[in-house]
C-alpha cells in the first residue's frame, strides 16, 4: 500500500515560512488544524520546543497520533476539538500559531484572526481567499460559490466582507477535510490584510498561489509586536 502524493511531510511552503519567522528554535508553538501531522512534524524537525496541535476531524486526528508513533514525535501534543474553542478557553501564550488550510473553513474567519493575535506572537498562515474573477460560478473550483452570497460583518469595529462557499452533500461523507458546519466564509485578499492590521499583524510576507487549483491562496507570516 503506498501513501498520498501530497507533500504534507515535505512541505516547501513550511521550510519558507519558518526561515521567514526567523526559525522556530525553542518556540512554544500551537498549530491550527495538523491534518496528518506532517507540519508539526517538520516544526519539531526544526527545532521546536513544543507544538500543541488541536484538529477537529476525528480521522485526521487518529492520523495525526499515528503519525506521531511511527516518526516518534516527542515535542508534539494533538488535541481532538475545535480551535476556536480551544483559542478562546486557553489562558496559555505562544510564540508561534501556525494556521495552515483552515481560515478558509471559518463560518467566521475574522474572529480566528483576531483569536490569533491574542494568543501569539509570530504567525504562519496558508489560506485559500476570495476573488470573483478566479472563481468563476461554472467552473468546479468556483461551483460553491455559485449562489454568489455576500453578506456585512463587523468585528471589533473592522468593518468587512464574507463570502460564503457552500459544501453540498460532501460534508457529511467519510474523507471529508472540511470545516465542521455545511458551510464557510471566505475573505478577499484585501479583507484578510485588513483583518491581519486591525487586529495588530504587522511585517506582513505573502507569497500568492493564485492558480492553486481549488481557488486563488496566499502563504503568510507576521508578527505583533
Request: include cysteine.
Amino acid at each position: 500500500m503506498s501513501s498520498g502524493a501530497a507533500e504534507l511531510f515535505t512541505d516547501p511552503r513550511v521550510d519558507w515560512a519558518i526561515e521567514a519567522l526567523g526559525g522556530v528554535s525553542g518556540a512554544n508553538c500551537v498549530e491550527l488544524g495538523p491534518l496528518e501531522g506532517g507540519h508539526s512534524h517538520m516544526l519539531e524537525q526544526a527545532g521546536a520546543g513544543s507544538v500543541t496541535a488541536v484538529e477537529a476531524n476525528r480521522d485526521a486526528y487518529l492520523k495525526c497520533l499515528i503519525a506521531k508513533e511511527l516518526l516518534g514525535l516527542k515535542r508534539c501534543s494533538f488535541l481532538c476539538g475545535d480551535a476556536v474553542e480551544y483559542l478562546q478557553a486557553t489562558h496559555e501564550k505562544f510564540d508561534v500559531c501556525w494556521c495552515a488550510g483552515i481560515l478558509y473553513h471559518m463560518v467566521d474567519p475574522v474572529e480566528l484572526i483576531d483569536l490569533t493575535a491574542q494568543r501569539a506572537s509570530r504567525l504562519y498562515m496558508w489560506t485559500h481567499y476570495y476573488d470573483a474573477a478566479k472563481l468563476t460560478p461554472g467552473e468546479p473550483k468556483g461551483r460553491a460559490f455559485a449562489n454568489g452570497r455576500t453578506s456585512e460583518a463587523v468585528r471589533d469595529g473592522y468593518h468587512h466582507q464574507l463570502h460564503r462557499q457552500d459544501y453540498g452533500g460532501t460534508s457529511g461523507r467519510r474523507g471529508f477535510w472540511g470545516g465542521t458546519q455545511p458551510f464557510s466564509n471566505w475573505l478577499t485578499l484585501e479583507g484578510l490584510m485588513g483583518a491581519l492590521e486591525h487586529f495588530g499583524w504587522a511585517e506582513v510576507r505573502t507569497q500568492l498561489d493564485e492558480d492553486h487549483p481549488h481557488g486563488p491562496a496566499v502563504n503568510l507570516v507576521a508578527v505583533r509586536h
